[in-house]
């Protein structure tokens, strides 16, 4: 079988040609558009294709990005862009350039891989659906009752990345993003694959928040905002004015279960809440004894530094074991490993000392979507 490698500078334009003719009917360069930081030379080491007789027949393209998890430091590789020529298909040919992206982005310090889709090839690595993800479906009554005195909106535009950045650091879970992830929502527009604005919340004057917000509706005639950061007040107060700029539609507003201050003022509102795993993707797990060793200094602001130093994790094959407070709970299979990391909407939160630690929560892709 052909050896993935990394391309060469002359084959970025048959990787542009292949995505294009797969996911765009041959809709010229939409895919490097649409994710410049993927797809420019600073990011070539991390493409990976198989080529034969000269002819490019696979691709997958990764972007390493610094996460913290409640203000720990950790790595993860966002994963897409996977595409085969039709005429190669059923060689292994996406797999293995998939796995060769996963064994660069383990050796680059990534804990886990963040897929952008759910398909068997991914099912077969162990991808998982994880996390919990929050959905607030916000019409007209609940956003008058959380409506704020003094709210503002402003596009933004890119003299405004630094004040989008603050807003953005905020959360104690993220994605570190360097300039070229928000030059690139300038550039191409797009924000978790959708078409979306990116407004500035302004209190008073002073920026509080932001919210990117679909052009157009996504499901039921509804917006989403697909990603929002800055103070819970101002982002909740400010949701009629995103209602209003588009129209008045509902809309709805995407986050992680471990926002809780946004969660309580939508609570107030008495918006229409769902749970559901992070479906926007799967996730991937690479190293889960390097993760909870990294995450230690979480476990200890939540029950000191003793308990934390109790918390670890091992693996034997596919059996992994999460350790805390002298107690041990042992799962089969990356699949269940992810969900008793990341949580699931299904899955009941551990007890004990374990229930102390586990799970963690999971960064929110938004901008950082490939």
């Known amino acids: 079988m052909t050896t993935p ?68 430091a950790t790595r993860v590789a966002c994963l897409g862009s996977v595409c085969t020529d039709p005429a190669a298909r059923g060689r292994g040919l996406a797999t293995a350039c998939v796995e060769a992206a996963c064994d ?112 157009e509706p996504i499901t039921d005639g509804m917006h989403d905002v697909i990603e929002c950061g800055g103070e819970a007040g101002a982002l909740a107060g400010g949701l009629e004015a995103l209602r209003q700029a588009c129209g008045g539609a509902t809309i709805r507003l995407h986050f992680g279960i471990h926002e809780t201050a946004l969660l309580e003022r939508l609570q107030q509102g008495g918006a229409a809440l769902t749970r559901t795993h992070h479906d926007f993707g799967t996730t991937l797990l690479l190293d889960v004894p390097r993760m909870v060793t990294r995450l230690r200094p979480a476990f200890a602001m939540r029950a000191g530094l003793a308990f934390a130093r109790s918390v670890s994790a091992e693996t034997d094959g596919e059996r992994f074991t999460f350790n805390a407070g002298g107690e041990s709970h042992t799962v089969e299979g990356k699949v269940a490993a992810a969900q008793f990391l990341f949580g699931h909407p299904e899955a009941p939160r551990p007890e004990g000392p374990l229930g102390e630690a586990f799970p963690v929560p999971q960064p929110w892709y938004g901008l950082n979507y490939l």
């Open 5 to 72: 490698r990394h391309p060469t500078p002359d084959e970025m334009d048959a990787i542009a040609e292949l995505n294009d003719r797969v996911f765009f009917n041959g809709k010229e360069r939409e895919m490097f558009r649409r994710w410049p930081a993927a797809f420019c030379e600073e990011n070539r080491h991390n493409l990976f294709v198989c080529v034969e007789d000269g002819r490019l027949l696979s691709h997958v393209a990764i972007n390493v990005r610094d996460v913290l998890i409640e203000g720990c």
């Open 104 to 215: 660069q982005a383990h050796g680059e310090g990534c804990d886990f891989v963040l897929i952008s889709g759910a398909l068997p090839i991914y099912r077969r690595l162990g991808a998982a659906d994880c996390g919990v993800k929050l959905t607030a479906a916000i019409d007209g009554g609940a956003a008058e009752r959380l409506a704020r005195p003094g709210i503002a909106l402003v596009a933004a535009t890119p003299e405004d990345i630094p004040i989008l950045a603050a807003l953005h650091s905020q959360s104690p879970t993220r994605f570190v993003r360097p300039r070229e992830d928000w030059d690139g929502y300038f550039s191409s527009g797009m924000s978790l694959n959708r078409y979306a604005t990116l407004w500035r919340i302004q209190q008073d004057g002073h920026d509080a928040a932001y919210a990117f917000l679909t052009h």
